[in-house]
């Protein structure tokens, strides 16, 4: 069990590791779409890739979380395999927001050994989901 100050300690250098090792200048809040992010999780359960779903309005989080929705075919067969869509996914904090994710389970930011394969699933799985995105932002935004 770590303390809360080297949890955040241990965060930080996988980040900070991680910056180092893939450079890229990730897209994740400069998607255009006010509210609709790509984003980078690492927990000590599940590491995730997502487009996050987080306007205010009902219903432009519908509407775009349904935009997403109807390009599964392509995104399943030309990017991710394996990605989830879930209209109510629940935040850490409580919050309940359409995500649509790939996830790698099993693994812990706390753990070290876990930090190769960690890297790669997210730096692989974010440019595929960056190049979906870039390809289909002008049909999800209109």
Known sequence: MFSREESKQIRQEFWTSFGKLYPQK????????????LKFTFTTKKAQVSIDIEPNDEVFRT?????????RKILT?????????????????GKIIPR???????????????WDEVMKFLSVNMIQLETF??????????
């Open 63 to 71: 509407y775009y979380y349904e935009k997403i929705v109807s390009l």
């Open 133 to 142: 995105f870039l390809e289909y932002k002008d049909f999800i935004q209109d």
């Open 26 to 37: 990730w897209l994740l809040y400069n998607t255009k779409i006010k509210d609709v992010t």
């Open 77 to 93: 067969s030309e990017y991710l395999k394996d990605i989830i869509y879930n209209p109510e996914y629940q935040l850490e904090n």
């Open 100 to 114: 649509v994710y790939v996830e790698l389970s099993d693994v812990s930011i706390h753990n070290k050994k876990n």
